[in-house]
């Protein structure tokens, strides 16, 4: 069990951290005690104000120093993180809910970015054509300015690190506004940015709740916003910050499918399907949530459940992030036995024993359900597998692509064939083999499809590098004879 420990997390502004001007805060609550760990402070529109202002004043040198010396930064700032990862796999822990050997994964996988950024000053992305007699054309990519990154609560460290190194090493100053229950981590990461040597003005964190997000996505001085979270807020800052003229990629939530064919590998499906949906508690957007067994699957099904069912609440599984999410479960489990479920692993057993200890549930797999259940159907964001049939696989994959959601798909199987007819047809951005949780690694980037991503390309690699930038086509003629002109 976590230990209690009191914090407070101001914004980040000019290399310093700064209090709310007017000293508004929130309580930040440990999900493993369900007691306030800390408070947040949150920013009003005078904070943001003197935020934007201080980025603007740090774009104008950071913009156009050369990329090479940007990143020499970003390489000390991996190196300080990984220095006291298992420290800040801990803050990612108490804060978040998530059990450390997940929050370190979590910062591994949030450094592969950093890398991928520090990557950029050797990547040829400019084009450069002879497209007439001694006339070139090429392009060149240039920062956007001020740009903003509105983050969920699952990721404190990566989803952040999914934005921030690539606009910073593009030329950007970069304002971030985390989510208000895991406040800590950012703070510490800005820190850090600071010590590896980034420019004052350069990183900036708002802290705050939706408001403090709304006024961010609406300042006339911020030029993109990245948002990642749930789905009904992206579709809002994406609609809302595009009518404004910003550039805006706001990443959803999902649902996704996992589907198994009969001549899976049994062993290698049960604890793949079972990491998927349990890990982090379910609380990550890549999570299983609906298990389409194809024919007869029944062994599988079985291993997967007898798997699932040895995992315990606060020794190998996280506690959900606040009660309102213990109650969401509840909610869609009390549905699910009303619209006639049946329970093949029963987390329902473990409320009763540590009610008010903590933000804890249990795996749970409902069989039974039909396509139109709200067990299939919505997003419930914890460890709960909900179970379809499927005759053949292309059933399987109609009930994969009539769901809204697109972020995640895997197949299970043993055979190529199945495979590659299931690649081409599954409706979602990020499809995996064999693997439960098919997050791409860079440079392949990062981003769902349908109602998980509002807006165009990717948050990671190359659709990170388009995000952050613009670009200028240049034509130039150099010994220009008079006889020629430039079409000739
Ligand atoms: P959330 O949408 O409640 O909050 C995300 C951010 O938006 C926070 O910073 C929050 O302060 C802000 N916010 C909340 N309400 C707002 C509003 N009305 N207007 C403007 N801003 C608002 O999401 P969450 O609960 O923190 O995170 C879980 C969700 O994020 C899940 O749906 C999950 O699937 C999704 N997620 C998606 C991805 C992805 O890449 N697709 C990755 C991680 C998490």
């Known amino acids: 069990m976590q230990s209690q420990l009191s914090e407070n997390a101001p914004h980040f502004i000019g290399g310093s ?22 408070e947040v402070s949150v920013g009003k529109d005078e904070d943001i104000q003197n935020a934007v202002q201080t980025a603007r ?22 190196q300080l993180v ?62 956007i300015g001020v740009v903003a990154g509105i983050t969920p609560f699952n990721f404190p460290a990566m989803v952040p690190m999914w934005m921030f190194p690539i606009a910073l090493a593009l030329g950007n100053a970069f304002i ?4 208000e229950q895991v406040p800590f981590t950012p703070i510490r990461l800005a820190e850090l940015l600071k010590q590896a040597g980034l420019p004052d003005g350069v990183f900036t964190i708002i802290n705050g709740d939706a408001e403090t997000a709304k006024a961010i996505t609406q300042h006339p001085d911020i030029t ?19 009518a404004l003229g910003k550039r805006v990629l706001a990443m959803g939530g999902a649902k ?26 379910g609380q ?91 067990c299939v159907k919505d997003e419930i964001f914890a460890p709960v597998l909900s179970v379809l ?5 292309d059933e399987a994959l109609e009930i994969e692509n009539q769901n809204p959601y697109g972020n995640a798909a895997s197949i299970f199987t043993t055979q190529a064939s199945n495979s590659q007819y299931f690649i081409q047809r599954a409706s979602s951005g990020m499809v995996g083999v064999n693997i439960g949780v098919p997050v791409p690694r860079e440079p392949f980037s990062f981003g769902g499809w349908n109602q998980s991503r509002f807006g165009i390309g990717d948050i990671t690699g190359i659709g990170g590098i388009q995000f952050w930038t613009q670009s200028k086509k240049i034509t130039q003629k150099w010994s220009a004879r008079s006889s020629q002109n430039w079409m000739s």
């Open 256 to 281: 996704n499918h996992l589907i198994v064919m009969p001549d899976a590998d049994m062993d290698i499906t049960a604890g793949n399907i079972v990491a998927s949906f349990t890990g982090c508690s």
């Open 176 to 179: 971030l506004k985390p989510s």
């Open 57 to 78: 004043e740090a774009f104008k040198t950071w913009g156009s120093t050369p990329v090479k010396q940007r990143v020499q930064i970003l390489y000390r700032f991996k």
């Open 389 to 393: 049939r499927a005759k053949d696989l």
């Open 224 to 242: 993109a916003v990245g948002f990642v979270g749930s789905s009904k807020v992206a579709n809002w800052v994406h609609q809302e910050g595009t």
């Open 17 to 38: 951290t700064t209090p709310s001007a007017s000293g508004a805060i929130l309580d930040v609550d440990s999900p493993w005690t369900g007691q306030k760990m800390g």
């Open 82 to 143: 990984e220095d006291e990862i298992d420290t800040l796999a801990k803050l990612i822990s108490r804060e978040n809910g998530k059990m450390p050997a997940e929050a370190k994964a979590e910062i591994e996988k949030g450094l592969e970015v950093v890398e991928y950024a520090c990557s950029i000053p050797n990547m040829p992305v400019n084009n450069i054509l002879e497209v007439s007699r001694g006339v070139d054309c090429y392009s060149k990519l240039f920062p």
């Open 284 to 374: 990550r957007c890549m999570a299983a949530s609906v298990l389409v067994l194809v024919g007869d699957s029944e062994p599988v099904f079985n291993a997967i459940c007898e798997k699932a069912s040895q995992l315990k609440p606060a020794e190998n599984i996280g506690p959900l992030i606040n009660p309102a999410a213990v109650e969401r479960v509840k909610r869609y489990l009390d549905l699910a036995e009303s619209e006639g479920g049946k329970f093949a692993v029963d987390g329902r057993w473990y409320k009763a024993d540590v009610e008010g200890e903590g933000y804890f549930v249990a795996p749970t797999i409902i069989d039974g359900l039909n396509i139109d259940s709200a």
